[in-house]
């Protein structure tokens, strides 16, 4: 499939630090997309720059082929009601209540639902994801993983065909953590599109048909994942070790894992 989304010649710096540095690289249609990399190498705003959420310092955001800025704003707004993202920190609106932040995309996104509709959306996704009882709660009153969770779901209200996932998995009990593995397999299988940053080894062999490799700001590698393991780049072999050690080598067991 063509890319859905393309990165063009990114770079994002502030005064005195570069995060990203000139990096190009395109997302598959209805694939998904892992992006790896060792801690602070710039995963996360690489990711936000694909989402729109930051703009970079310069280089441009193709969405279908167009510049992401210089869309009109009927374009943008679909972009929006048609993606996704999940913060690795929730980043839900600490003064509203659960119930209040699922319901916000839903209330602009789709203003003609009438209110029993958003409701019983709002509880079934909550109920099916182990939160139930928990509408009328605020953030603070949630633990991260719970809010995480929370944070998941208003992501994919909408049914978007694109979606960001920023570190979905850590702070998640391992019951829930089951739950949000088999919606975002659902989605998956449904043709969205997944673009995710993550450590987690089991959702990469999960998800990702695609594999992106940063360090230092810089794009080592990209490509899917046949291709990828078989990289003679050596900063790509020994991240990939690296970032997977956890539940698995890179000589035996991460190969069949990613050849999973």
């Known amino acids: 499939m063509p890319p859905l989304l393309e990165l063009s010649d990114i770079v994002v710096s502030t005064q005195d630090y570069v995060i990203l540095d000139r990096v190009s690289v395109g997302f598959p249609q209805e694939a998904s997309t892992v992006i790896m990399g060792p801690s602070g190498c710039g995963k996360s705003t690489l990711l936000k720059v694909a989402a729109g ?14 510049p992401l800025q210089r869309q009109s704003e009927r374009r943008l707004l679909e972009f929006r009601r048609t993606s996704g993202f999940m913060f690795q920190d929730a980043a839900l609106w600490a003064n509203k209540t659960i119930f209040e932040n699922l319901a916000l995309p839903l209330q602009f996104h789709r203003p003609e639902l009438p209110a029993p509709a958003v409701r019983e959306r709002i509880l079934s996704d909550l109920a099916g994801m182990g939160l139930d009882g928990s509408a009328d709660l605020r953030p603070a009153q949630l633990s991260m993983g719970e809010a995480k969770i929370a944070s998941f779901l208003r992501a994919v209200i909408l049914d978007p065909q694109l979606l960001f996932l920023d570190e979905p998995t850590p702070s998640i009990d391992h019951l829930l953590v ?27 062999a999960l998800i990702a048909n695609h594999l992106v490799v ?39 067991d991460l190969l069949d894992l990613l050849g999973g």
Do not use: F, W
Not at 178 to 204: F, N, S
């Open 53 to 66: 959420i930051t703009v970079p310092t310069a280089g441009e955001v193709l969405v279908a082929g167009r």
């Open 178 to 204: 089951e739950k949000l593995l088999t919606r975002i397999r659902a989605m998956k299988q449904r043709g969205c599109t997944i673009i995710a940053v993550t450590h987690d080894a089991h959702l990469t």
């Open 214 to 252: 940063l360090k230092n700001g810089r794009l080592l590698e990209a490509g899917d994942i046949a291709s990828v393991r078989q990289s003679r780049n050596r900063e790509v072999t020994d991240i990939l070790s690296q970032v997977l050690s956890e539940t698995a080598t890179y000589d035996t």
